[in-house]
């Protein structure tokens, strides 16, 4: 009789959690919740990610949303021809031509993606135009440029006198060896949580100096060089896209963070898989930085040299990322 009590005691307990909306899953996913975030922040890649989010936190700072946040950061290095690596100013291809890759991905899993696209200096606010005003996700070549001259967007050239220069010494030899932290950090992933406790992300790049005619790394593809998950947490990645495209990697830091992973040890873990599956990474560079729900932040890479920059309610600063080797 006792043991029946117990029984019809526990029945009328789970049926109370079940009335009330509580699911089981939430108290595991609850565990985000028990310290106070930090937020809003934002964190992108290399160190011109800090003029960046200077920009994303004049948004931040004032309440506004995440997207918009990310949006006005990364185009501050795209219009900066002295970021050699993103939009105005960026590598040419082995042809002499620049080519820009950019995604962006909201809270609610809305996404939008340019690749492989020419003469447009913010290829981040046309990968915006896709998401909000197409049904696609992403647009590349010559539709794309056709849908951003569309939107507005002015034609105009982006290979800069420096980057000109650069390509007809290269032309010399044609040897196409990037070199890790150097022609490698070719993007900047950024990430912002704000006050509402919303993600967003956005990333934005003049892809690989020198690289083949028509050549897209990881930078624009939603998983890949970037992904966003309201409910965990986002990441971006830097370094050669393809071993990112081939892991897809920012899903992957996603995934281990919901298994209860810190940022900083999915970003690891992840790591950790691309060198195990990549065999020789002597001359190759793979960064990764993640930022969840509570507003905790890290990174990590394969080999030294790879920073971060942050900024929060205690201000700006640029971190160097742990590296596996």
Request: glycine content about 12%; charged content about 25%; overall charge positive.
């Amino acid at each position: 009789m006792s043991n029946r009590r117990k029984f019809i005691k526990l029945s009328a307990l789970g049926a109370t959690f079940l009335g009330s909306g509580f699911h089981f899953e939430n108290a595991f996913a609850g565990k985000l919740g028990k310290a106070k975030a930090n937020m809003p922040v934002v964190i992108s890649t290399w160190n011109h990610g800090i003029p960046a989010n200077a920009a994303a936190w004049e948004v931040l700072s004032k309440r506004g949303s995440a997207l918009d946040a990310v949006e006005a950061g990364v185009r501050v290095p795209e219009a900066d021809p002295n970021v050699r690596t993103v939009g105005y100013g960026g590598y040419p291809d082995r042809e002499g031509k620049v080519t820009l890759d950019a995604c962006i991905m909201d809270k609610d899993s809305n996404c939008g993606a340019v690749a492989f696209l020419q003469h447009i200096k913010h290829p981040i606010s046309v990968a915006r135009k896709v998401m909000e005003d197409t049904p696609h996700v992403m647009l590349v070549g010559e539709g794309a440029l056709q849908f951003a001259l569309e939107k507005g967007f002015e034609k105009e050239n982006l290979l800069t006198p420096a980057s000109e220069k650069d390509w007809k010494k290269w032309l010399k030899e044609s040897k196409y060896k990037p070199v890790i932290n150097i022609e490698n950090h070719d993007t900047i992933g950024m990430l912002a949580l704000d006050s509402n406790g919303n993600l967003a992300g956005a990333c934005t790049t003049s892809g690989a100096a020198f690289k083949m005619h028509g050549r897209v790394g990881d930078s624009p593809i939603i998983g890949a060089g970037l992904f966003v998950d309201n409910e965990v947490g986002a990441a971006t990645a830097t370094g050669l896209g393809e071993a990112v495209v081939r892991m897809v990697g920012s899903h992957l830091v996603v995934e281990l963070m919901r298994q209860g992973n810190s940022p900083e040890d999915a970003c690891r873990l992840a790591v950790e898989r691309i060198i195990k599956k990549q065999k020789d990474v002597k001359d190759l560079q793979v960064g990764f930085i993640a930022l969840n729900k509570n507003g905790e932040y890290g990174g990590y890479c394969i080999h030294k040299g790879f920073d971060y920059a942050v900024q929060d309610k205690s201000g700006g600063k640029l971190i160097d990322g742990k590296s596996k080797l």
